[in-house]
Every structure is written in C-alpha cells, then in structure tokens.
T-cell receptor
Framework: KQEVTQIPAALSVPEGENLVLNCSFT??????LQWFRQDPGKGLTSLLL?????REQTSGRLNASLDKSSGRSTLYIAASQPGDSATYLC???????????FGGGTRLMVKP | EADIYQTPRYLVIGTGKKITLECSQT?????MYWYQQDPGMELHLIHY???????EKGDLSSESTVSRIRTEHFPLTLESARPSHTSQYLC??????????FGNGTRLTVT
C-alpha cells in the first residue's frame, strides 16, 4: 500500500526566504504526483501536476521536482511572501484509474 | 479556476436530521470523490465514483451514502446526522489525465 510522508509537518520562515518542502512515497511506480495548497477552512487548490515521465514543473515562483527512483518530490518556493502561508499537500496516483494518496501536509507560515 | 461547486458552504443541523451535501462540476470529469477532513487533520477518502451509476466506498468507513445519476452531480447523504459527523466534507473531480480539482467544501456541524 502506498504511503506518502511530508517533512517537516510545520515550517516558519521570514519573508523573502527561498524554501523547500519535501514529499516522499514508498511505491515508486506512480502515474503522477500533484502538489496542493490549502488555506484554513477551505478546499484544496491544485498548484502543480507532474506526470511520471517528467522531472519537474514550474509555475511562477513555484518549482516541483520528481525523482521516482528515490521516491521523492520537492516543492521549491522562491522569495516567499506572507500570502504563501498555508498548508501544502502532495498526493500521488498509482495509475490512471486509481485514486490519490495524500501526505499529511506541511503547514507553512511566512512572517512579514 | 476549476468549476466544481459545493453547497451549502456551512450547515448547522440537529441530531437525527437527514441531510444532503451537493457537489456539481461542469468540466465533464468522469471521476468524482468525497473526502472528510477534521480541522488540522489529514484528508480521508470516504466515497468515489468513476462514472455514472458507479460508486465505491473509500478508505475511511462512513455512514454516508452517495449517488451518481448524472456525470456532473455527486451528492452525499446522511440519513440521520450525529455529532460524530461534524467535520468538513470536500468534493473533488478529475479526468483521466487532468489534475484533481476540489470544491471549497461544506463545513458540517451537528448539534
């Protein structure tokens, strides 16, 4: 059974710092991996989707990488801002027809 | 933004009442999901559907039921609400190769 782990569980940084959030998964035979952002009391917003054949995806200040062989993905946030404060979740899909397995999330706080 | 809608946004209801949480998407996605999430806690899949007339239970046992009569509509029903059902319920949908899109959720409180 696939297990997804996110470390750290919580992170507090000053504004302007570059930071890396980590996601690891136990079964490397994945179909794709997705990063989400969740604000308190809200649903999840999709940030980036990486297919199994891809190594990275970029959107604005966000860059997500995927290393299937080692079972890892990282989300890099450049020049962090207070508005980036949220919980970030990664989720993996085993195959095209299967559901996602979510990590526990990293709760990020960016202080002004 | 993704076109997936959940109503109501907030619901406070007494024990024993029957409730239906609505979820609709306009993207033509075949797959739809219901997750339950307590504040600050992990998401738990309670129901999913891979198409019309197809529904399955998820990883977390739930007393709720779902139906999928139309592609765009995936309502969740609790026949008799209890305080233990107090939680946030998140609906999501995806196509075969597309990202998973979430609604804004329904925050349910059962008194």
């Amino acid at each position: 059974k696939q297990e997804v782990t996110q470390i750290p569980a919580a992170l507090s940084v000053p504004e302007g710092e570059n930071l890396v959030l980590n996601c690891s998964f136990t079964d490397s035979a994945i179909y794709n991996l997705q990063w989400f952002r969740q604000d308190p009391g809200k649903g999840l917003t999709s940030l980036l989707l990486i297919q199994s054949s891809q190594r990275e995806q970029t959107s604005g200040r966000l860059n997500a990488s995927l290393d299937k062989s080692s079972g890892r993905s990282t989300l890099y946030i450049a020049a962090s801002q207070p508005g980036d404060s949220a919980t970030y979740l990664c989720a993996v899909r085993q195959n095209a027809g299967n559901m996602l397995t979510f990590g526990g999330g990293t709760r990020l706080m960016v202080k002004p | 933004e993704a076109d997936i809608y959940q109503t109501p946004r907030y619901l406070v209801i007494g024990t024993g009442k029957k409730i239906t949480l609505e979820c609709s998407q306009t993207m033509g996605h075949d797959k739809m999901y219901w997750y339950q999430q307590d504040p600050g806690m992990e998401l738990h899949l309670i129901h999913y559907s891979y198409g019309v007339n197809s529904t399955e239970k998820g990883d977390l046992s739930s007393e709720s039921t779902v139906s999928r009569i139309r592609t765009e509509h995936f309502p969740l029903t609790l026949e008799s609400a209890r305080p233990s059902h107090t939680s946030q319920y998140l609906c999501a949908s995806s196509g075969t190769h597309s990202p998973l899109h979430f609604g804004n959720g329904t925050r349910l409180t059962v008194t």
